[in-house]
């Protein structure tokens, strides 16, 4: 089970920012996915989650309408449209997947995660 994220990258403060979690090895659609972020010295922190079968996202209330969680059911890609992007959105961003059954917003839900991705933002 392989979750590849891509996407990040240095961006001014107002900017936009598409990540992409790419997920191998099985079939996902059991799962939650979701978007984690943590900056240096904080702790990981929920961004956005969603289930495969689109039965809704749920976001962080500091991300709620500027970011977007959605999938390509075809490619096994979720993406998090990140737009207004703010030096406080600087991180490194994971993406997991979940029990579905568990909490989406706990890391402790999340049993597959893959390498993070930076995102930099200069005011």
């Known amino acids: 089970v392989q979750l590849q994220a891509s996407g990040g990258g240095l961006v001014q403060a107002g900017d936009s920012l598409r990540l992409s979690c790419a997920a191998s090895?099985?079939?996902?659609?059991?799962?939650?996915m979701g978007w984690f972020r943590q900056a240096p010295g904080e702790e990981r922190e929920f961004v956005a989650a969603?289930?495969?079968?689109?039965?809704?996202?749920f976001y962080a209330d500091s991300v709620k309408g500027r970011f977007t969680i959605s999938s390509d059911n075809a490619k096994n890609t979720v993406y998090l449209q990140m737009n207004s992007l703010n030096p406080e959105d600087a991180a490194v961003y994971y993406c997991?997947?979940?029990?579905?059954?568990?909490?989406?917003?706990?890391?402790?839900?999340?049993?597959?995660w893959g390498q993070g991705t930076q995102v930099t933002v200069s005011s």
């Open positions: 090895g099985r079939t996902f659609s059991y799962y939650t």
């Open positions: 997991a997947a979940a029990d579905p059954t568990k909490a989406v917003a706990r890391t402790s839900s999340y049993v597959y």
């Open positions: 969603m289930t495969w079968s689109g039965g809704g996202a």
